[in-house]
């Protein structure tokens, strides 16, 4: 089950914007969008939401949004600047969780076949209605195929855009695919703790982490072209790694 944390970015823009009598800005945007801002227990509006003629120094924060957990923190505003604040909401728990659902929006995708976690989508392939969570895109196009993870949102649309060819090429990664590693090696030889992903497997030691493209392998650090990625409950990792790694079972059996 993927777990959402507040993240917050606080960066000062380089242009400093107009201002009078000590006054700064602040530019709030959420994921999702639409959640309400309070500053000072004072109800500003709506994100994406631009506040100005705030007083320089540390102010409060909450943002709330019909089914995500409410969200409070202090900030700092400077005279003359605008401070971004960037968060990514935690959504409730209810007992039909596991019925939310999403939106996906594949773009750039005219004559290819999409997958999602294996199974085909009808196109056209915008607008589709997606289980909220982690999920494997499959994208195949002639003899080219690509994959990476996605991340779908209750009540969100996730816009996904294609390159012109097969390649999902968000730095590079369509150039490698991502298997389950459970096909090629038992379950009881790996455990997932978090993030974090660890196999002993025949003399093989591998440690990585989801989301994340460096591990390391026998105690030597690599870097990976796609990072590994949760579905559910089950691992997938990089067809290299896995290709690697089964490379060297067989080479120390016989």
């Known amino acids: 089950m993927a777990l959402f944390v507040l993240i917050l970015l606080l960066a000062t823009m380089s242009a400093p914007v107009r201002s009078a009598g000590g006054h700064g800005s602040v530019f709030v945007t959420t994921l999702p969008p639409g959640a309400t801002v309070w500053m000072d227990g004072s109800y500003m509006g709506e994100t994406p939401l ?28 400077t005279v003359g600047r605008v401070t971004a604040v960037s968060a990514v909401l935690t959504a409730n728990q209810p007992t039909h969780t596991n019925n939310a659902k999403g939106v996906l929006s594949v773009r750039g995708a005219n004559g290819a076949r999409v997958f999602v976690d294996g199974v085909a989508m009808q196109e056209p392939y915008e607008s589709q209605p997606v289980k909220s969570g982690d999920h494997i895109l499959l994208v195949v ?3 080219d195929r690509a994959t990476r993870s996605i991340r779908i949102y209750p009540g969100t ?21 991502l298997a389950a590693l459970a096909d090629y090696v038992p379950a009881n030889d790996f455990t997932v703790s978090g993030d974090e992903i660890t196999v002993h497997y025949k003399g093989i030691e591998l440690e990585c982490a989801v989301g994340s493209r460096t591990y390391l392998l026998n105690g030597k650090p ?10 559910g409950d089950k691992p997938y990792l990089p067809m290299s790694l896995l290709t690697r790694i089964t490379t060297q079972v067989k080479s120390a059996t016989h």
């Open 157 to 177: 649309t996730t816009t996904v855009s294609l390159a012109p060819r097969s390649a999902l090429t968000t730095g590079g990664e369509g150039e490698d695919m």
């Open 141 to 143: 196009r002639g003899n």
């Open 222 to 231: 690599g870097t990976l072209s796609v990072a590994p990625a949760m579905v």
């Open 50 to 77: 631009f506040v100005d003629g705030l007083d320089g120094g540390r102010h409060s924060m909450t943002l709330t949004h019909s089914g995500w957990q409410p969200q409070s923190t202090g900030i700092d505003v």
